[in-house]
């Protein structure tokens, strides 16, 4: 039942990452984490599954730096 609950939350994060408001930050987003080229990217509704794809890069991207990192 857990698990569910927190796969709930984490869907409505990512929906409420869809609003108007947050569009600028979304792109910048999707930009860095999971890029894609062409008008035909551009001009689509972003799915959420770039938006999740994104988020994991960059955790990774993020993780394998403090792993690296010396100390």
């Known amino acids: ?5 927190i796969v709930t939350l984490v869907y409505a994060f990512l929906l409420s990452l869809l ?3 947050l569009r600028q930050a979304v792109s910048n987003l999707l930009r860095q984490g999971c890029h ?3 008008k ?3 001009k689509t509704p972003t799915p959420l ?3 999740r794809l994104a ?3 960059l955790w990774n991207l993020l993780y394998l ?3 690296q990192t010396p100390g």
């Open 1 to 5: 039942m857990k698990l569910l609950q």
């Open 19 to 21: 609003e108007k408001e």
């Open 36 to 38: 894609r080229t062409g």
């Open 40 to 42: 035909r990217c551009r």
């Open 49 to 51: 599954y770039r938006i």
């Open 55 to 57: 988020l994991a890069n």
């Open 65 to 67: 730096s403090l792993i």
